[in-house]
């Protein structure tokens, strides 16, 4: 479609409608969604549905602009493909898993690996999709301290990293420190005993044969409850509303099942319901786990309603000429 030369009736007897989503922060708000918009009508096909527009600074994020959007999408298609059958289907079953878990016994002996070892194995196969890097480095910060005042909007902390010695690793200001998040261990072994795991036990988790997406972000290998909790999962991030509505499908209780249904309800009342409970108290994917204590939810939905951790990028603020052993970078956060 980025020819020039195309025909202006190169897409004539198509029908088509387009979602953005976008982020009105930037100056060209959901600038991909317009112009593929502009250049589909250019080209001869039909809208048959009205385009929209997700804007991820709103309150309740793309949400707020998809979910009306996407009800109106039904009414588009029964209107233009009469022919066709459209079901929305509700069940108390959940959905099909992504992922299968199986627990795996391993030998005494089979695994002498030291906990800084099993670190870096599970950090190298984190890297893969998000750095450049072949060598993992595992550091000890030696510093760290606040720049800001207590009632300072943002928070600016200086973080020292003392790196290995004999370690021949050059950097300049300015370059990056890809750095991994690590979640707090006490809190894993609560939620490996929340989930009936022990915490040095292993599975293997493999994509679903049922599943058309065969992409498995997790090792081949067995992982240990441990390390997947410890170093894979993002678990102070909030929940998502999917999260809520999979919950729901695993407790009895009914006040618990009502209320997980009403946080992941798509009605302006659920919206809002979900916002107040989650961001306003700022509550995260752990402490909703035993907010709900009647749940029990199996690991591999878990999974499905988690993000992974994703590494943390700083820059660099010294010379390695005035600190030859140590990384320095300045840490902001905004406080919400």
């Not at 603020?317 to 990384?327: D, E």
Request: glycine content about 4%; overall charge neutral.
């Amino acid at each position: 479609m980025l020819i020039k030369e195309l025909p202006s009736d190169s897409l004539a007897g198509i029908n088509f409608t387009v979602f953005g989503m976008g982020d009105s922060g930037y100056v060209k708000f959901n600038a991909v969604a317009r112009r593929l918009y502009q250049r589909v009508l250019q080209l001869g096909a039909k809208e048959f549905h009205e385009r929209g527009l997700g804007d991820d600074q709103h309150e309740f994020g793309y949400d707020t602009e998809f979910i009306p959007w996407l009800e109106k999408l039904y009414e588009s298609l029964k209107a233009h493909f009469p022919s066709k059958k459209y079901t929305i289907v509700e069940t108390d079953q959940p959905p099909v898993p992504k992922f299968n878990i199986d627990v795996v016994e391993i030998p005494n002996g089979k695994t002498n690996n030291t906990d800084a070892q099993q670190e870096i194995e599970s950090l190298k196969y984190m890297k893969r999709n998000y750095c450049y890097n072949k060598d993992v480095i595992l550091s000890k910060i030696s510093t760290n301290k606040t720049l800001t005042s207590e009632d300072a909007v943002k928070e600016v902390r200086y973080i020292e990293l003392e790196l290995p010695e004999n370690m021949n690793l050059k950097y300049l200001p300015g370059d990056v420190a890809v750095l991994m998040p690590r979640n707090d261990p006490e809190v894993c072994k609560k939620l490996a005993e929340r989930l009936g795991y022990k915490y040095d036990q292993y599975v293997k988790i493999s994509i679903n044969p049922n599943q058309k997406s065969k992409k498995n972000p997790f090792p081949k290998e067995p992982i240990q409850i441990r390390e997947l909790l410890e170093y894979w999962l993002n678990l102070i991030e909030p929940p998502t509303r999917y999260f809520f509505r999979v919950l729901a499908y695993f407790t009895e209780d009914k006040l618990h099942k009502g209320k997980l249904r009403e946080f992941g309800d798509n009605s302006s009342d659920g919206k809002i319901e979900y916002n107040n409970y989650c961001y306003r108290e700022k509550r995260n994917v752990y402490e909703v786990l035993f907010d709900f204590d009647t749940v029990n939810i199996p690991l591999n939905y878990l999974l499905e309603g988690i993000s992974l951790q994703k590494p943390r990028e700083y820059s660099i603020c010294t010379s390695q000429l005035q600190h030859p052993q140590h990384v320095i970078y300045y840490e902001r956060n905004l406080f919400t």
